[in-house]
Nanobody
Framework: QLVESGGGLVQAGGSLRVSCAAS????????VGWFRQTEGEDREFVAA????????VHSASAKGRFTISRDNAKNAAYLQMNALKPDDTAVYYC?????????????????WGQGTEVTVSS
């Protein structure tokens, strides 16, 4: 089970950290990805982190502003979001997969959380 938290309302230019708490799986064995979705749109890749946390990849829109990380001792992953823009408004989901390949492909992920809503006001 994956449970996201930390979403909310923030002004443009502000920061927010969303968290993903995992249970019922050997978390350290899974790649973690963050995706986001707005109404009527496909779920969009944001970032992914390898099992040990040493390798990350961020989408072009996230690069330089967002940072993905994980703490395997706490069975948790995080997405630190800085310099937020109204276009970042979305529901943010964490997901897990086994292999470090095609990490931007949402169809590769087997477990998903319920999402946490982030709203950035202008």
């Amino acid at each position: 089970q994956l449970v996201e938290s930390g979403g909310g309302l923030v002004q443009a230019g502000g920061s927010l950290r969303v968290s993903c708490a995992a249970s019922g799986l050997v978390f350290k064995n899974y790649v973690v990805g963050w995706f986001r979705q707005t109404e009527g749109e496909d779920r969009e890749f944001v970032a992914a982190v390898s099992t040990g946390g040493g390798t990350t990849v961020h989408s072009a829109s996230a690069k330089g502003r967002f940072t993905i990380s994980r703490d395997n001792a706490k069975n948790a992953a995080y997405l630190q979001m800085n310099a937020l823009k109204p276009d970042d408004t979305a529901v943010y989901y964490c997901a897990t997969k086994i292999a470090w390949r095609s990490v931007a492909n949402r169809d590769e992920y087997g477990y998903w959380g319920q999402g946490t809503e982030v709203t950035v006001s202008s």
